[in-house]
């Protein structure tokens, strides 16, 4: 079970967004670490199928994107920066919903994720509107939703972005916890320094180009560096890279 990444590029016009980007991420947690402005999010776009890859290929298990995007598709669960929900829809609407798009019926959904819900929080407040839910909560909906269907893979764009700390916690967990359950491929993307353990496999991409991909601990004993601060610093102040 493996995402490979092969000699991926992407261009906004002349702006090259991403440059010759290559990586193979396995079953696991795994952290894709990069300031902002970075590519993360077009890198996100381009595993999730929302822009065309042009340039290089993406491949899960093997099976092209370009070639197989809907089988592709229906193993993958995504958390978009960007809120995504319904907002005059309740949260068990906006679940049912979702389930539908996928072929499941709400009933099966919800029972596939009744430990999430549980574990998210989320059982007592099913028919509330996610209008009247915090940022924290409507966070976890959005979590929630994206295992309905049971993915193998799980796809994360700075998931606790604007979150407060102990949603930050809650959610980072969860996640961390899941991917252990389920022996399944995570990859969560993030600027926050906070948010990487040493034993992470850490993909930094800076300026569009990977500049580091391995376990944590050991991108910093072949740097030098005593903690992932002085990593990032090092590595985005480089020449090029100010």
Known sequence: MNISVNQLSYQFGKNAALNDVSFSLKAGFNILLGPNGAGKSTLFSLLTGLRKVTNGDISFNQQKMEKQRQSILSKIGVVFQENTLDLDLSIKQNLGYFASLHGLSEAKALANIEDVLTQLALNDRLNDKVRNLNGGHRRRVEIARSLLHEPTFLLLDEPTVGLDIASR????????????????????????????????????????????????????????????????????QAKGHK
Do not use: P
């Open 169 to 236: 916690k809650l959610i980072l967990n969860f996640v961390r916890n899941y991917v252990k359950k389920r022996q399944s491929i995570v990859l969560w993307a993030t600027h926050l320094l906070e948010e990487v353990e040493t034993d992470d496999v850490l993909l930094l991409l800076i300026n569009g180009e990977v500049k580091g991909f391995d376990r944590c601990h050991k991108l910093l004993t072949q740097h030098k560096m005593d903690n992932v601060s002085e990593l990032f610093t090092n590595l985005t």
